[in-house]
């Protein structure tokens, strides 16, 4: 797979492939404290996984922070935002940036979710860091929206992926179960 990156040079990505209505594999990243967050699977809630290349960006900071805002509007969704920084340097940029509402995990270890998802950046200058990406998993465990971005350098689209999670999340019978 490729996407369009920095001006309309073309990287490619590696990994396993993951699409709307496949089980999202479940992995292990590591939190700014050191602790371990757990992405993916079924979790009976869903979840909200925002995948950028660094937090020391400005775009990667601008959506953060936007994801920060609207996670403070959603009930039963956890939003984690997933990177290869290191989780000392999420911490100090969660603390500069007054980011409370999410979860940030780092992937810098083995690069788990970068390979299980297929956003790793396999080569350009940005070669082993995670493409811009955003993935919807429902209460199931499967993927209900996924958005990996053209140009790496452009924030996502926020209305989709925010259509996404109010539909993932809305607990109202939608009538074919019985």
Request: net charge negative; aromatic share 6%; glycine share 8%.
């Given at each position: 797979?490729a996407?369009?990156?920095l001006?309309g040079g073309?990287?490619?990505l590696?990994?396993?492939?993951?699409?709307?209505?496949?089980?999202?594999?479940?992995?292990?990243?590591?939190a700014k404290?050191?602790?371990?967050?757990?992405?993916?699977?079924?979790q009976?809630?869903a979840?909200?996984?925002v995948?950028?290349?660094?937090?020391d960006?400005?775009?990667?900071?601008?959506e953060?922070r936007?994801?920060?805002t609207?996670?403070?509007?959603?009930?039963?969704?956890?939003?984690?935002?997933?990177?290869?920084?290191l989780?000392?340097?999420?911490?100090?940029?969660?603390?500069?940036?007054?980011?409370?509402?999410?979860?940030?995990?780092?992937?810098?270890?083995?690069?788990?979710?970068?390979?299980?998802y297929?956003?790793?950046?396999a080569?350009?200058?940005?070669?082993?860091?995670?493409?811009?990406?955003?993935?919807?998993?429902?209460?199931?465990?499967?993927?209900?929206?996924?958005?990996?971005?053209?140009?790496?350098?452009?924030?996502?689209n926020y209305?989709?992926a925010?259509?996404?999670?109010?539909?993932?999340?809305?607990?109202?019978?939608?009538?074919?179960?019985?």
């Amino acid at each position: 797979m490729a996407i369009t990156h920095l001006k309309g040079g073309v990287v490619n990505l590696s990994g396993n492939e993951v699409n709307v209505g496949d089980l999202a594999p479940i992995v292990t990243v590591v939190a700014k404290d050191l602790s371990e967050i757990q992405v993916g699977g079924e979790q009976g809630k869903a979840q909200v996984v925002v995948v950028v290349p660094s937090l020391d960006t400005a775009v990667c900071a601008s959506e953060t922070r936007r994801f920060n805002t609207e996670a403070a509007k959603i009930e039963n969704a956890s939003v984690t935002v997933v990177s290869m920084d290191l989780p000392f340097a999420m911490g100090r940029f969660c603390t500069t940036e007054g980011i409370e509402n999410l979860e940030v995990g780092s992937d810098f270890r083995n690069k788990d979710f970068a390979n299980a998802y297929g956003v790793l950046i396999a080569d350009g200058p940005l070669a082993g860091v995670t493409c811009r990406a955003i993935f919807v998993i429902d209460a199931s465990g499967k993927v209900a929206y996924k958005d990996i971005c053209n140009e790496i350098t452009e924030e996502p689209n926020y209305d989709g992926a925010l259509a996404a999670i109010n539909s993932a999340t809305d607990t109202s019978c939608c009538g074919t179960c019985q």
